[in-house]
């Protein structure tokens, strides 16, 4: 069983930095990929970013290229979403989401298998 659990959210303003962390129970950490989601008051769920089990590939939705990171340290069984120059649209819950192995879209959460409680994300004007 693996269990997820996400920190780090926050209220910032307009042009701030945040730092959400995904920490996952289990041994299996190495094989889970990993993706971040968010979701705004009256809007579907939308993908984030996403990092396979092996790092060896990233995707990132286009409302955050160039201003999000994510990335994975195996040691600490924890993925990082490092995100720059917030906007208030930027605003909603972020869930973290695993699944064993790979899967053909990272956006597809109906594929993942182990979901956090979510954190919520507030950036101000």
């Known amino acids: 069983q693996v269990q997820v659990v996400e920190s780090g959210g926050g209220l910032v303003q307009a042009g701030g930095s945040l730092r959400p962390a995904c920490a996952a129970s289990?041994?299996?950490?190495?094989?889970?990929?990993v993706g971040w989601f968010r979701q705004a008051p009256g809007k579907e769920r939308e993908l984030v970013a996403a990092i396979t089990w092996s790092s060896d590939n990233t995707v990132y939705a286009d409302s955050v290229e160039g201003r999000v990171i994510i990335s994975r340290d195996n040691a600490k069984n924890t993925v990082y979403l490092q995100m720059n120059s917030l906007k208030p649209e930027d605003t909603a819950v972020y869930s973290c989401?695993?699944?064993?192995?790979?899967?053909?879209?990272?956006?597809?959460?109906?594929?993942?298998?182990?979901w956090g409680q979510g954190t919520q994300v507030t950036v101000s004007s």
């Open positions: 989401a695993a699944v064993l192995g790979t899967l053909a879209h990272y956006s597809d959460y109906v594929s993942y298998d182990y």
């Open positions: 289990g041994r299996t950490f190495s094989s889970l990929s």
